[in-house]
């Protein structure tokens, strides 16, 4: 069992930057496929980053070159660092926790039936 929380969402003008943190507990992160996900209101929830117990990360289109996720196995804290910010970006940011990044290994984009584990979310606001 994981239990995740996030932290760091706000408001931010476009091309500005914030930096997401997802304390988890009850297990350690390291052994986890760990992601991020996005959902604005009214749309699906789509997957932004996400690193596996090694380290290795993949992004989406829109986040490549632009956010960078990380862990701190010590903490048992994974960070979503945002840059380049635009009004695109706005919405509630998830963090989630699977035993496996079964994505991976499809070769297909990582979705919500990923995941096993979530948090509450925070909100991420992108004005222009």
């Known amino acids: 069992q994981v239990e995740l929380v996030e932290f760091g969402g706000g408001s931010v003008q476009a091309g500005g930057s914030l930096r997401l943190s997802c304390a988890a507990s009850?297990?350690?992160?390291?052994?986890?496929?760990m992601g991020w996900f996005r959902q604005d209101s009214g749309k699906e929830r789509e997957g932004v980053a996400a690193v596996n117990s090694v380290g290795n990360t993949r992004y989406s289109d829109s986040a490549e070159g632009r956010f960078t996720i990380s862990k701190d196995n010590a903490k048992n804290t994974v960070y979503l660092q945002m840059n380049s910010l635009d009004s695109e970006d706005t919405g509630m940011y998830y963090c989630?926790?699977?035993?496996?990044?079964?994505?991976?290994?499809?070769?297909?984009?990582?979705?919500?039936?990923?995941?096993?584990?979530w948090g509450q979310g925070t909100q991420v606001t992108v004005s222009s």
């Open positions: 989630a926790a699977n035993r496996w990044c079964s994505f991976w290994s499809r070769g297909t984009k990582m979705t919500v039936d990923d995941f096993a584990y």
């Open positions: 009850g297990n350690t992160l390291s052994a986890y496929c």
